[in-house]
């Protein structure tokens, strides 16, 4: 499995990220533009965010996507 987190920064940086590691492959970005969401997003299963904007435009490419996880409350 394949996720993604969109805009680490957004959590802190003092997080441990590690644990996401156990579930499939990874990768973290600090932050990203519209632009490097449908980049990144292409194909990942799982996206994990705080404040990255996702709709239909971010998203068409991510034929993949099975969860979209929102970290603010």
Do not use: F, M, Q, Y
């Given at each position: 499995m394949k996720l993604v987190i969109l805009d680490a920064l957004a959590?802190?940086?003092?997080?441990?990220l590690s644990l996401f590691n156990d579930l499939g492959e990874l990768n973290i970005y600090p932050t990203s533009t519209p632009e490097q969401i449908i980049e990144r997003?292409?194909?990942?299963?799982?996206?994990?965010?705080?404040?990255?904007?996702?709709?239909?435009?971010?998203?068409?490419?991510a034929k993949s996507l099975k969860l979209i996880c929102v970290t603010a409350t």
């Open positions: 959590l802190g940086e003092d997080l441990d997003t292409v194909d990942c299963d799982v996206i994990i965010t705080n404040k990255a904007r996702l709709n239909k435009s971010t998203l068409k490419n």
